[in-house]
């Protein structure tokens, strides 16, 4: 079992950058994705992380902009968030599972065992 925490979402403008953590209780060796969800829209994958960090895939929305990574040793992942959208605005969720697998598996919710409550991002242009 493991819990999810989130924090780091905010109001900021078009341009500007933010950086979401996402703290995990338990086991550390997840598999670790990023979603998010705008309103009356559904939930889209973001980005994954293998539970080493040597494997990434990232949505084609983010690419070049955002950045997947997580340290270990303090059970986090993080999600810096560059040259920020107003497409960008949603509430952003962070999910683990237990194993790798192909970028098909990953970017759908029902590959994810657990999830945080989420993290409100708002970009105004």
């Known amino acids: 079992q493991v819990q999810l925490v989130e924090s780091g979402g905010g109001l900021v403008q078009a341009g500007d950058s933010l950086r979401l953590s996402c703290v995990a209780s338990?086991?550390?060796?997840?598999?670790m994705g990023w979603f998010r969800q705008a309103p009356g829209k559904e939930r889209g994958f973001v980005a994954a992380?293998?539970?080493?960090?040597?494997?990434?895939y990232y949505a084609d929305s983010v690419k070049g902009r955002f950045t997947v990574s997580r340290d270990n040793a303090k059970n986090t992942v993080s999600l810096q968030m560059n040259s920020l959208k107003p497409e960008d605005t949603a509430v952003y969720y962070c999910?683990?599972?237990?194993?790798?697998?192909?970028?098909?598996?990953?970017?759908?919710?029902?590959?994810?065992?657990?999830w945080g409550q989420g993290t409100q991002v708002i970009v105004s242009s």
């Open positions: 999910a683990a599972r237990m194993t790798w697998s192909i970028m098909a598996v990953l970017v759908t919710t029902s590959a994810y065992d657990y």
């Open positions: 338990g086991r550390t060796s997840y598999t």
């Open positions: 992380i293998s539970s080493g960090g040597g494997s990434i």
